[in-house]
């Protein structure tokens, strides 16, 4: 059992070990300062610069559409299943919005692609094909079910006296699920939110096939970006050399996304830990 249970905690240091192997042999050769501070990434031209805000961009544009899409779609409908469906509707609807979860990603790439994409240029004009708002919207709905399911486990958590007593105090439903029922399950919501935007930095198909492969500074979401996974599948799937700078590159990025995914992780364990404490 205890094998079993360091497995987990065996891969990740390993995971670690690999990613800070290669990004500093990278970082012997690249400067940290030019890395965090350079607006451009060209280290596969003639021209190199290696300034990762470009990738970051990408990505943090890509998911903050996919939040504001995914967060009061997910929590509505979550406050919708607990206190305004009825048992046999909520337990139908919410397998089939799990299986939003289970499609696989290079299918929303491609309903991004040859779906949203010419819906949104027939409203915007001007358009590119591969922009960053409409991978950011496919996004926004595949990650509405981590938000829906973990925010109506929470909300069910809720005590029943404390919608009794909203309702003898003449609350109605309505003010009485979204001034009551969220701000007491907050620390579950903003934990399902927490992990929603984890899933979304981590994405990679939608955006490598929808969001083109131009690494630029914006935060215009008309725009073709790229984003840092796909910097990452773009290298691994080439034909740049292991070993070569280039090819460390791709160990550089990564690492700067586990460090952003590993802090909003323990960002939601810490505000898990927090609420509970409170409760006891």
Same mark, same amino acid.
């Given at each position: 059992m205890l094998l079993c249970s360091l497995v987990s905690v065996i891969t990740t240091i390993g995971i670690i070990l690999v990613l800070s192997i290669d990004t500093f042999k990278f970082f012997q050769e690249v400067s940290l300062f030019d890395f965090l501070t350079d607006t451009q990434w060209t280290p596969l031209f003639e021209d190199k610069h290696f300034g990762i805000l470009s990738l970051l961009s990408g990505t943090l544009l890509t998911t903050t559409i996919a939040v504001i899409i995914a967060v009061p779609v997910g929590i509505t409908i979550a406050v919708y299943l607990n206190e305004y469906a009825s048992k046999k509707f909520t337990y139908l609807v919410k397998p089939l919005l799990e299986i939003l979860a289970a499609i696989p990603t290079v299918i929303y790439g491609f309903f991004?692609? %040859?779906?949203v994409t010419p819906l949104l240029q027939k409203f915007i004009p001007g358009l590119s094909g591969f922009n960053a708002l409409s991978p950011?919207?496919?996004?926004? @709905?595949?990650?509405?079910?981590?938000?829906?399911?973990? &925010?109506?486990?929470?909300? $069910?958590?809720?005590?029943? &006296?404390? $919608?009794?007593?909203?309702?003898?105090?003449?609350?109605n439903r309505f003010q009485t699920a979204f001034s009551v029922l969220v701000p007491a399950a907050n620390s579950g919501i903003i934990v399902s939110v927490i992990l929603a935007i984890s899933r979304a930095l981590g994405e990679?198909?939608? @955006?490598?096939?929808?969001?083109? %492969?131009?690494?630029?500074?914006?935060?215009?979401?008309?725009? &073709? @970006?790229?984003?840092?996974?796909?910097?990452? #599948? %773009? @290298? &691994?799937?080439?034909? #740049?050399?292991q070993d070569s700078m280039e090819y460390r590159t791709i160990f550089a990025a990564g690492i700067t996304l586990f460090m952003f995914t590993f802090l909003l992780n323990n960002i939601s364990f810490w505000i898990r830990k927090k609420y509970e404490q409170r409760y006891e």
């Open positions: 991004a692609l %040859q779906f950011g919207i496919v996004m926004g @709905v595949m990650i509405i079910p981590y938000i829906t399911s973990l &925010s109506e486990d929470a909300l $069910r958590a809720v005590p029943k &006296s404390l $919608r009794e007593a909203s309702y003898g105090l003449g609350a990679t198909m939608i @955006v490598a096939i929808a969001a083109g %492969q131009e690494p630029k500074l914006t935060f215009n979401p008309l725009e &073709s @970006v790229e984003t840092i996974t796909t910097y990452i #599948v %773009q @290298v &691994s799937m080439g034909d #740049v050399p």
